[in-house]
């Protein structure tokens, strides 16, 4: 085989791979999207339900996100594993210039130990079936604290890459609206917490 068929075959698998990747990352955009979506009812919806001026919220839409959160990260894991190879080869693996990418994934990283806590928390089963809650203390405050915290990094990052990957166009100014109005809901779900361990500190 001549170098010149070899380079074009070189250059038909890279090709490949870099659709292979296009199509994971839409894949993922779409994924994240929904599962924006499905937290924003879970998290507002039960948010009222801390506080105490609301009804339960449906189950099936934790146990939907929860299912929807492990594909996400399954996606992102090989995304990520594909990108930064992708990165050393290019010679372009600057952390200080891809500080966005890696607080991502940090934040990522950071959910998945969070959700565990949140599920123990609010998802514990008494001998008799029906699910109860433990006692929420100062352990529970901070794990989903933490939790709502990490879900800001990680949302508000992704604002405008997530727009973009959806081909919507998002001006600087309507990205830093939406960013906003999330900004005040996940700050509604963290003082949900507060207010409950006020309520268990005091009842």
Known sequence: MSASSGTSAGKGTANAAARRMARMRQANAVLSAVMLALFLLHGVGNAFELMLVGGPTSKGLAHA???????????????????????????????????????????????AIF???????????????????????????????GLVLSMAIHVLA?????????????PRSRAADLALVLSMLLLLMAVSFVVYFVYWSVV
């Open 115 to 145: 959700i565990a806590f949140h599920m123990m928390t609010f998802l514990q089963v008494s001998s008799g079936g029906p699910y109860r809650l433990r006692e929420f203390g100062a352990f529970e405050l901070a794990t989903n604290v």
């Open 65 to 111: 996100l929860l299912a929807l959160a492990v594909v996400h990260a399954a996606l992102g894991i090989v995304l990520t594993v594909e990108t930064v190879k992708a990165q050393r080869q290019a010679g372009t693996s600057y952390v200080r210039l891809n500080s966005r990418f890696w607080a991502v994934r940090a934040s990522g990283a950071a959910i």
């Open 158 to 170: 992704n604002v405008r890459p997530l727009a973009v990957s959806l081909g919507i166009a998002a």
